[in-house]
């Protein structure tokens, strides 16, 4: 089974702090995202990688940036946490054959206090 | 992507069938219909993919109308962990993202 595994279940970061959020696959998936998770809002891709080193930015990009020096992981980063980011933040692969459904884990909430 | 509309909830009986239904009438020649589900406090799963023609795997049926403007996913026999939201999503092919929307709770009873 493909698996997609966030380094973090839950986090608490103080506002203005740089936090990393890191995603590791493990079967070789090109495609990559983030997605944060908010009651009443659904699911918005923040951004996606389609490479190693490519990015590109989703719905909802202001405030973070990404990183993808490896195929296998894939790093969001919030570079001057505030409170409006507190959120469940998701991670998601898939093939490059984009006809193929996203595998994602479990999630990290994400507290900015 | 097309605009998909979901009840936003149902309740079912533990080991009957349970059967979703997914109105996506805008839906373009080019757009798979997908089906994913999140468990409480877990990320979304996928289940099940289609352009037009019916698909079964191990969890689920997908049943694509004709016209395709509709669809239905069956989970054959329901059971407690089958409780989750669902989504329906018409996604182009050739395009990245997955928009989801908010999906129908389904609320498996004993």
């Known amino acids: 089974d493909v698996k997609v595994t966030q380094s973090s279940r839950y986090l608490v970061k103080r506002t203005g702090e740089k936090v990393f959020l890191e995603c590791v696959q493990d079967?070789?998936?090109?495609?990559m995202f983030w997605y944060r998770q908010d009651p009443g809002l659904g699911l918005r891709l923040i951004y996606f990688?389609?490479?190693?080193?490519?990015?590109e930015k989703g719905d909802i990009p202001e405030g973070y940036s990404v990183s993808r020096e490896k195929k296998e992981r894939f790093s969001l980063i919030l570079e001057s946490a505030s409170t409006n980011q507190t959120s469940m933040y998701l991670c998601?692969?898939?093939?490059?054959?984009?006809?193929?459904?996203?595998?994602f884990g479990s999630g990290t909430r994400l507290t900015v206090v | 992507d097309a605009k998909t509309t979901q009840p936003p909830s149902m309740d079912c009986a533990e080991g009957r069938a349970a059967n979703l239904p997914c109105n996506h009438s805008t839906i373009s020649g080019n757009e798979y219909v997908y089906w994913y589900r999140q468990i409480h406090s877990q990320g979304p799963q996928y289940i099940i993919h289609?352009?037009?023609n019916n698909e079964t795997n191990e969890m689920a049926s997908l049943i694509i109308t004709e016209d395709r403007k509709s669809s239905t996913l069956i989970l054959p026999h329901a059971t407690l962990r089958d409780t989750a939201v669902y989504y329906c999503i018409a996604r182009p092919h050739n395009d990245y993202k997955l928009s989801f929307g908010a999906g129908t709770t389904v609320t498996v009873r004993a």
């Open positions: 990688s389609y490479d190693v080193k490519m990015k």
């Open positions: 079967m070789d998936h090109e495609n």
């Open positions: 998601a692969s898939s093939l490059s054959d984009r006809i193929y459904g996203y595998t």
């Open positions: 289609g352009l037009k």
